[in-house]
């Protein structure tokens, strides 16, 4: 049970570790949970695309039901947002997600999610961490059922009903990179109009032997197909579709902040609202806030931090620069499906390029990015520590204005931009990331931040 450890958004490891009887281990904890809550409704079960899922997702199952609550599956792997999204839609306790994300596909993950749909906070998985013990079931009169059931229609109806798009004038590429957006998104854009053509459609274990990440590098035959067919945008997903990056004819890859700086934009035309960000997102957001007498409120890095601060804030929109995002009327969960949806009907209206050039030109130009140090996780603590001490009073030749401690330190200069230093949450790994008006600038941020941080590593 050592080797079971929920992390940022539950727990991954590779497959000599996440092994089915660690997995029945966790379904017991969570099912305990559950009871000492005075649960009883039913539990949906989860799974992505990956060669294990559907076989772990049956074994969490069968734990459930041996501690007598109704299981819900769904007729095939589906993305993470539609597994949420049931939670909420069909009254249900909470669900377990069997996914690894964008992680290779020797990795494999489960997590919880409450009943609410939106991420589980530290003190869910800490209870569920604490309850884990070998499983024990009911008698066979006290077990719950199991029940395969589509649950993608029903997110699918709730999509087109709060967003009501209509894509009728737009052409979109959309890459599904072999996971279980495939299906999903592209037939939901296809409903509200769109015409869609697709790329990495069919379900690959291995996706294609690479990791399912929606990154410049892995996008390049979307962005070169968005071009081709003079697509009004492209738009792919994660492995388990719970994130997006676009594509976008001028720019290519779209950088994330640009597209929640687009997104929420777009949203204020019609609504009001603050909006929610972590630490690591760009001030772009400050600043369209600020034009429309907004508020924004600054996160820890992870989704299940955005997520509280919209609740607690009523936010419009939420986001991370890492490619997640929710909106207001929407579970509190990122839906990568959801906000491709958005995202057409934010083109419809003005496409993103000339949207994003028309918000830099009244906003300044933003430029981020971000690098990653190895740490190993039992060090991650004491290089802050170290680093503590050690902040200077000036990088890349401004001056540290103030230090923000929100999540790792956050060094916010005096002309504007700020460097970044945080532990990853997924990855043996420290991260670094920065923001200011040009490239130049950047990368002297970032070889600054390199150089402070490797002295503790």
């Known amino acids: 049970m050592d080797q079971i450890a929920f992390g940022t958004d539950g727990w991954r490891a590779t497959l000599d570790t996440f092994t089915d ?40 199952a069968e734990v459930m039901a041996g501690n007598g609550f109704d299981v819900i599956l769904p007729e095939s792997d589906c993305p993470t947002p539609v597994t949420a999204w049931a939670i909420v839609n069909r009254g249900c306790a909470g669900a377990l997600m069997v996914t690894a994300s964008h992680n290779p596909p020797e990795y494999n993950g489960v997590k919880f999610i409450p009943e609410d749909g939106a991420p589980a906070l530290p003190g869910v998985t800490e209870r569920i961490e604490a309850n884990l013990r070998e499983p024990e079931f009911l008698p066979e009169a006290k077990q719950g059922t199991i029940e395969r059931v589509d649950l993608v229609a029903d997110h699918a109806d709730h999509a087109r009903d709060l967003v009501k798009a209509n894509l009728s004038d737009l052409t979109v590429v959309y890459d599904a990179m072999h996971g279980s957006g495939r299906g999903v998104t592209d037939e939901l854009l296809e409903s509200a109009g769109a015409e869609v053509i697709t790329l990495r459609t069919d379900r690959d274990p291995t996706f294609g032997g690479s990791s399912p990440e929606p990154s410049a590098e892995n996008l390049q035959e979307l962005i070169q197909a968005v071009r081709e067919h003079d697509a009004d945008f492209g738009v792919a997903n994660d492995g388990d579709a719970d994130r997006l990056a676009l594509v976008t004819p001028e720019r290519g890859f779209l950088d994330e902040n640009l597209f929640f700086a687009a997104i929420y934009d777009y949203l204020l035309e019609t609504d009001s609202g603050p909006a929610v960000r972590t630490v690591s997102t760009t001030f772009l957001i400050d600043r369209i806030a600020e034009a429309h007498d907004e508020e924004v409120f600054e996160t820890p890095v992870g989704f299940k931090w955005v997520a509280q601060g919209m609740g607690e804030h009523d936010a419009l929109m939420g986001g991370e620069e890492s490619g997640g995002f929710s909106v207001r009327g929407h579970i509190r969960e990122k839906d990568g499906v959801l906000m491709s949806l958005v995202a057409g009907a934010a083109a419809s209206e003005e496409s993103i390029d000339s949207r994003v050039d028309r918000l830099l030109a009244e906003h300044g130009d933003i430029v981020a990015d971000k690098i990653s140090l190895e740490c190993p996780d039992d060090k991650k603590s004491q290089v802050l520590s170290d680093l503590e001490s050690e902040i200077p009073d000036e990088v890349a030749g401004r001056e540290v204005a103030k230090v923000v401690t929100l999540d790792g330190f956050k060094l916010l200069l005096d002309d504007g931009s700020w460097l970044l230093v945080r532990p990853s949450g997924t990855e043996p790994a420290m991260r670094v990331y920065a923001e200011a008006g040009s490239k130049e600038k950047v990368e002297t941020l970032l070889a600054d931040g390199r150089e402070l941080v490797s002295a503790f590593l």
Do not use: M, N
């Open 21 to 60: 009887d660690r997995v029945r281990i966790v379904g017991q904890a969570v099912a305990d949970y559950l009871t000492e809550e005075g649960h009883d409704e039913p539990v949906v079960v989860g799974y992505d695309a990956r060669e294990t899922s559907e076989g772990f997702a049956e074994s969490l």
